[in-house]
């Protein structure tokens, strides 16, 4: 019995001994850490962010006159460039400018490389999916460029089984491969030119303002326009989805730019018209 006894005693202590160490796992209070700063970042307004850093990060390709290129000496210039300089400019900040191809360009904005992109970006519904635009500053046509001596290419439809030399991700590429076009990818515009010069292509799709552009610094190029899209294009600014505070803050920028004649006297330098009007 005495043996018994003694190993009760002995279990009895030991449950006791357990007891606090139990206890106190159950009344350990919740984990109130605050989020870390990579996720108050994250929250961060875009605008606020902008402003924060005093920079307004912008991609853009440097290759799409007049849109956005390099002038003789070598200076990034173009309309989308100014107009996107007097924006920062309207909204306190400095402007930095990230030149990308523009089958990079999207990928660019995912990555954060910059805040928005200016580059005649056409607003498409299906872009409108994942991103956001300002309000449009740009509407224009989509016109069918070939060789000055081509006589087989006379429509847009006559482009099925063709070779045209157009961006993978533009919307122009859309068009020529719904007239049946073999799409040969290019990364510019005056690539696609050089490409058409030189019969390595029949035919490209692309901006009549650029081609207007192209033909006023360039008048002998042998090219010509044979057909034109019904539809006009509009264009805009791109930045990622719900950035509302960012994009509110361009458009104010935008309308008083028209209001006040700033936008109007950009346009006037490079097309000698308003642009924003179709």
Not at 54 to 67: A, C, D, K, N, Q
Request: charged fraction near 30%; glycine fraction near 4%; hydrophobic fraction near 40%.
């Amino acid at each position: 019995m005495r043996k018994h006894s003694l190993s009760i005693v002995l279990v009895a202590l030991v449950l006791i001994l357990l007891l606090p160490a139990c206890t106190t796992k159950q009344k350990a209070p919740p984990n109130t850490q605050a989020p870390s700063s990579g996720a108050a970042n994250q929250q961060k307004d875009s605008l606020a962010a902008v402003k924060s850093s005093g920079v307004f990060r912008i991609g853009t390709e440097g290759t799409y006159p007049p849109f956005t290129y390099h002038d003789e000496s070598g200076k990034l210039t173009g309309f989308d460039v100014e107009i996107a300089e007097e924006i920062a400019k309207r909204l306190g900040v400095k402007p930095d400018f990230v030149e990308t191809k523009w089958d990079g360009m999207l990928a660019g904005l995912d990555a954060k490389r910059f805040d928005a992109v200016f580059n005649e970006v056409s607003i498409r519904e299906d872009r409108k999916v994942k991103y956001d635009f300002s309000d449009p500053y740009i509407v224009s046509k989509a016109v069918l460029i070939v060789s000055k001596d081509n006589n087989d290419i006379k429509k847009l439809s006559d482009l099925k089984g063709k070779k045209a030399g157009q961006s993978l991700t533009s919307n122009l590429k859309d068009i020529a491969e719904a007239n049946g076009a073999q799409i040969v990818q290019v990364d510019s515009f005056n690539q696609a030119i050089d490409l058409l010069v030189s019969k390595r292509i029949d035919a490209t799709i692309n901006d009549n303002l650029s081609y207007l552009d192209l033909k006023k610094k360039r008048p002998d190029l042998p090219i010509k326009v044979v057909d034109e899209t019904k539809n006009v294009s509009q264009s805009a600014a791109l930045f990622r989805k719900d950035e509302k505070e960012l994009v509110k803050a361009v458009n104010d920028a935008l309308r008083a730019m028209k209001k006040d004649g700033t936008y109007l006297k950009i346009s006037k330098k490079y097309f000698n018209e308003d642009v924003s009007k179709p």
